[in-house]
T-cell receptor, first 116, second 110 residues
């Protein structure tokens, strides 16, 4: 069990550029979540997948944000035309299959995005 | 809708002293509650969770929390803290989608 991994760990970009982050969940975890954490705040839910299906999206996920999870394995989060307000830590989590109740979400180390 | 309030943004405490980090929640559905810890430059790590059953939940590193439905609280406690417990602690409520509080920074000094 190597844990949830995220790449890159840090990304600095200029306003208006597109960025893409990758998350590799724990093997055999069928659920994958994206959260955003700004300085001094708790993580805020963005979206989640069960296998390859995106089941819920937050209103925080504007049209500039898109997430995919092809083949139900790794996931990517893309931000188009970045704005300074997008600067944050982007966290990915995964959880194992359960029989209907919630289960533990295991978090990755996050990708810190800085938009100049 | 669900929400979490962490009443203290920062809690300073001396090593070996007891500590309580407060968390109050609001939920219109069945309650699943969590405490996560975040060390500097690291991801969130689960300390403990309440799904059902006994209202006293024991977690890792000597932490425990008590679910109190009448007071809608889920306070985190440790009888004797160590320097290494210095970190940010987050309370969360949810089912799949977690709603987090703003966090409490625990500062343990010698």
């Amino acid at each position: 069990d190597t844990g949830v991994s995220q790449n890159p760990r840090h990304k600095i970009t200029k306003r208006g550029q597109n960025v893409t982050f990758r998350c590799d969940p724990i093997s055999e975890h069928n659920r994958l979540y994206w959260y955003r954490q700004t300085l001094g705040q708790g993580p805020e839910f963005l979206t989640y997948f069960q296998n390859e299906a995106q089941l819920e999206k937050s209103r925080l996920l504007s049209d500039r944000f898109s997430a995919e999870r092809p083949k139900g394995s790794f996931s990517t989060l893309e931000i188009q035309r970045t704005e300074q307000g997008d600067s944050a830590m982007y966290l990915c989590a995964s959880s194992p299959p359960t029989s209907g109740s919630t289960d533990t979400q295991y978090f990755g180390p996050g990708t810190r995005l800085t938009v100049l | 809708a669900q929400s979490v309030t962490q009443l203290d943004s920062q809690v300073p405490v001396f090593e070996e002293a007891p500590v309580e980090l407060r968390c109050n929640y609001s939920s219109s559905v069945s309650v699943y509650l969590f405490w996560y810890v975040q060390y500097p430059n690291q991801g969130l790590q689960l300390l403990l969770k309440y799904l059902s059953g006994s209202t006293l939940v024991k977690g890792i590193n000597g932490f425990e929390a008590e679910f109190n439905k009448s007071q809608t609280s889920f306070h985190l406690r440790k009888p004797s803290v160590h320097i290494s417990d210095t970190a940010e602690y987050f309370c969360a409520v949810g089912f799949q989608k977690l709603v987090f509080g703003t966090g409490t920074r625990l500062l343990v000094s010698p």
